[in-house]
């Protein structure tokens, strides 16, 4: 009889852990387990001058295949899957686990129900509807049709890869210029298609998740370094200033007032142009305060409210522009007012595009503007501060004592990026001390 695993349990089976076994071997042929995690029963069992992988049930060995200290990562996973196939068939026939039995006949399709239903209970509060619009959308377009009848066993990795192939060029013919080529879709298709599976994994209904990252690679994100270069500042700031003026002598412009101080706004804060302008209340706005600024009550990755938001730090032509946004009646409570009466901006992108097509320049998200904001503050103010208005880092907004501390500070550094900024653009001139000067 083998004695008891002399290894703590793995979390997984993986080529680094086989490598490790062969390493170190048995003292004699009678041998010793590695155990992974959980309810998986999938373990190696190592000899003195072997080590294979399969499955241990009720003290009884199960052996799949031999493994060699040179395999792949892409081969351990193979004999690994063989392995829990085999567990899965045991549990079964003990009936020690009918969720998978369950998993076996459900489809992903009824999946999908379940895991958004759990998703509405658990995290509805703290997930936006419109987030929760846009899982829905994305499965009801893309993952629905195409998978939406196999049985979870029928889902496989390369089930999975195939998706990630098809989506970007679905996307791609129903919106030929969908940014990114489809293939930031597809990453938030095969992100929604994974957290289900991990719904179903928790359920036990399936041994495995074959649409994590792992196994199934996301597309790289588009370089964060896509932003705005000084002549391109230069560029958007005549772009601005022309239909500003147009407005001024009451002759049509593409744009209204209201978008061009909020692209503004944008443009000086490096904001999040929904979460952090559009969509905020007016009366967050300390906009007559000794530290101007927009109190954000939840900042970004800031699940349940937690760490109490972050605070938007401006500059004096900020403030300029938020205090001019328009905001007739029924609308005043918002910072953007939007179309429909007591309703916030949407979105700025159709906005924005509108200002690069018109200056000549490329393409590319308002997120750009956040990255610009972060490149250009560079050298400008300290790091520190930098991460801070960035809102990478800091205290939260409701430490008033750090607020007393520190604000002052960081609002002069958001003073001299906004000047250097309104510099770049040519709003003053470059021989100006500061960004304090009328246009």
């Known amino acids: 009889m083998p004695r008891r695993p002399i290894h703590r349990p793995v979390t997984r089976i ?8 062969f390493r170190r071997p048995a003292d004699s042929d009678t041998g010793y387990y590695i155990l992974e995690k959980g309810r998986t029963l999938v373990c190696l069992r190592v000899r003195k001058a072997s080590v294979k992988i399969g499955v241990r049930h009720h003290s009884r060995w ?4 031999a493994v060699h200290a040179e395999m792949s990562v892409e081969e351990v996973e193979a004999f690994r899957l063989a392995a829990l196939h085999l567990a899965r068939e045991l549990q079964d026939a003990e009936g ?3 969720s998978l039995t369950r998993g076996r006949l459900m489809t992903l399709e009824r999946l999908q129900k379940e895991y958004l239903t759990d998703l509405r209970e658990t995290k509805g509060e703290i997930l936006r509807e419109t987030t929760l619009k846009t899982y829905e959308d994305i499965w009801q377009r893309y993952l629905l049709p195409a998978v939406g009848r196999l049985t979870l066993p029928q889902v496989t990795v390369e089930v999975v890869r195939q998706i990630k192939k098809d989506i970007p060029v679905q996307a791609v013919a129903k919106r030929p210029g969908i940014k ?3 293939r930031l879709i597809a990453n938030v298709a095969l992100q929604q298609l994974g957290s289900a599976l991990d719904y179903a994994v928790r359920m036990e209904w399936v041994s495995r998740n074959v649409a994590s990252a792992r196994l199934v690679p996301r597309y790289e994100k588009r370089r964060s370094e896509e932003f705005l270069d000084a002549a391109g500042y230069r560029l958007v700031g005549e772009v601005l200033r022309d239909f500003e003026a147009r407005l001024a002598q009451e002759l049509k412009s593409p744009l209204t007032l209201l978008t061009l101080l909020a692209l503004r706004v944008i443009i000086y804060t490096g904001v999040r142009h929904r979460s952090e302008l559009l969509w905020t209340r007016f009366e967050w706005c300390r906009l007559d305060d000794s530290v101007p600024r927009i109190g954000i009550p939840r900042a970004k990755g800031d699940r349940g409210g937690k760490l109490g938001g972050r605070w938007i730090f401006l500059g004096p032509d900020a403030v300029r522009c938020l205090q001019e946004i328009p905001r007739p009646a ?3 409570h918002l910072t953007v007012p939007g179309r429909r009466v007591g309703q916030p901006y949407y979105d700025l992108n159709d906005v924005w595009a509108e200002v690069l097509r018109t200056a000549g320049l490329p393409q590319m998200p308002v997120k750009a503007l956040r990255h610009g904001f972060s490149t250009h503050s560079v050298g400008i103010i300290a790091s520190e501060h930098r991460a801070q208005l960035m809102g990478h880092r800091g ?5 008033t004592v750090y607020l007393h501390q520190h604000g002052p500070d960081l609002a002069r550094a958001a003073t001299l ?4 900024l309104r510099r770049l653009m040519g ?9 304090n000067e009328p246009r």
Do not use: F
Not at 62 to 65: D, I, L, N, P, Q
Not at 395 to 399: E, K, L, S
Not at 417 to 420: I, L, P, T
């Open 417 to 420: 990026v906004e000047s250097h």
């Open 330 to 332: 029924g609308w005043e």
């Open 62 to 65: 199960y052996s799949v295949a």
């Open 427 to 435: 709003d003053v001139p470059p021989s100006t001390p500061d960004g």
């Open 96 to 98: 020690l686990v009918p």
């Open 180 to 182: 990114g080529g489809g």
């Open 395 to 399: 205290r939260p907004m409701t430490d």
């Open 14 to 21: 993986n080529p680094g852990i086989i490598r490790d076994a």
